[in-house]
């Protein structure tokens, strides 16, 4: 339990001080001691010391006097976090969070301190600000765990946390994909085919080897990507999510895939695998660029893209990149009657709820069913009495 002791002093000039000394002994047994000019201000510290000392919910006040970005480095260099996402949190922590709250201390962020420096992020898009919101909230959390600080401000009913943008998918019409496709070179024609036809992420596609093609089930294995550190430091990798999958291989894509290979011969290409300091492996990939090399997207997506997209009378910005082919990919299956279980499988997503808010309005619509259902059923013929 805490106490309050009254202390006077008098300077040499005989002017007279008063102050007030909270004393408590910490779980441990260790003697602590906190000044203060006001009694009011030392009575309420010692209730608060005094309850959380009772509840076990007891902080020691000078655990939280770590600077932010100090401890942020300390728990980013302690996750798990594949290399390339490594970088991608150290560069948004650098741009958007460290100079607003980086020189803080820990206990001395606030919830209104957490608001004002989501304030600054306006003009971010919503899905980013999501994003460096729950890393922030993260480091929070990890502090709160540590011991540091009682609670994480990124919780606080006050904050208003960032939303999602809210706009739907628009999934080009086959016109515009196959638009883009003519407007490629001929060696990068089949971006389009791998794209619309088996939903590959970019660096899927890139990475792809006729080894993962199995004739006898007519399917293809997705089991690589070729994944950018930096600018220019490429390493093979799992699919995001580190999720293997197959996908079911269509004839016609195989044709294409088989003209393009009678053209433009599989190269192998060396890569150290996962990380930049990890193992060599070498595959024969389908695409590659014209020195051989497995192909870069800071390359591929400005010098080959979006010229096409703009030949194409696309616009060339984000919504019109490579995923929209996945997309494309994807709306072809629902308006077949594929399931959503079966094309969040194919696509390679760890859960089908995300897969069905993304594409729900995309997938028939079940009006017409719904009322030829009923007018059947109302239109049998009642049994005689």
Request: aromatic residues 8%; contains cysteine; positive net charge.
């Amino acid at each position: 339990m805490a106490w309050v002791e009254r202390r006077e002093r008098t300077a040499t000039n005989g002017k007279r001080t008063v102050t007030y000394r909270v004393r408590w002994r910490e779980t441990d047994g260790r003697a602590r001691a906190k000044t203060f000019r006001r009694k009011v201000e030392a009575d309420r510290f010692a209730a608060m010391v005094s309850a959380d000392i009772v509840r076990g919910h007891y902080i020691d006040p000078d655990a939280g006097k770590v600077r932010f970005d100090d401890y942020a480095a300390q728990w980013l260099a302690a996750q798990t976090f594949e290399e390339g996402t490594v970088e991608m949190v150290e560069l948004r922590f650098r741009l958007h969070v460290m100079p607003h709250l980086g020189s803080r201390n820990l206990a001395d962020i606030q919830p209104s301190t957490i608001q004002g420096w989501l304030r600054t992020l306006t003009g971010l898009s919503g899905n980013y600000q999501k994003v460096m919101y729950a890393n922030v909230s993260s480091v929070f959390t990890a502090a709160v765990d540590d011991g540091l600080i009682p609670k994480n401000p990124c919780k606080a009913p006050s904050v208003r946390r960032p939303k999602s943008d809210p706009r739907k998918l628009k999934p080009w019409t086959r016109e515009q994909a196959m638009a883009v496709r003519d407007q490629l070179p001929d060696q990068f024609k089949l971006v389009v085919d791998l794209g619309i036809g088996l939903g590959l992420r970019q660096g899927e596609i890139f990475g792809l080897s006729l080894d993962d093609i199995d004739l006898n089930t007519g399917e293809i294995e997705i089991k690589r990507q070729v994944k950018l550190l930096g600018s220019n430091r490429q390493l093979f990798g799992l699919p995001k999510g580190r999720k293997i999958r197959t996908v079911p291989l269509p004839d016609r894509v195989l044709e294409l895939i088989n003209d393009h290979v009678t053209r433009y011969p599989p190269r192998s290409v060396t890569l150290p695998w996962d990380k930049s300091d990890g193992p060599e492996r070498t595959f024969d990939l389908i695409l590659y660029s014209r020195e051989s090399r497995a192909l870069n997207r800071n390359y591929f997506n400005p010098k080959i893209w979006r010229p096409a997209l703009r030949a194409a009378g696309l616009e060339a910005k984000r919504e019109n990149g490579c995923h929209a082919l996945r997309h494309f990919y994807a709306s072809t299956l629902l308006d077949a009657g594929e399931s959503i279980l079966a094309l969040s499988e194919y696509l390679g997503h760890a859960d089908p709820g995300f897969t069905l808010r993304t594409y729900t309005h995309l997938m028939p619509s079940s009006t017409e069913r719904t009322k030829a259902a009923i007018d059947a059923m109302l239109s049998v013929p009642s049994a005689p009495q």
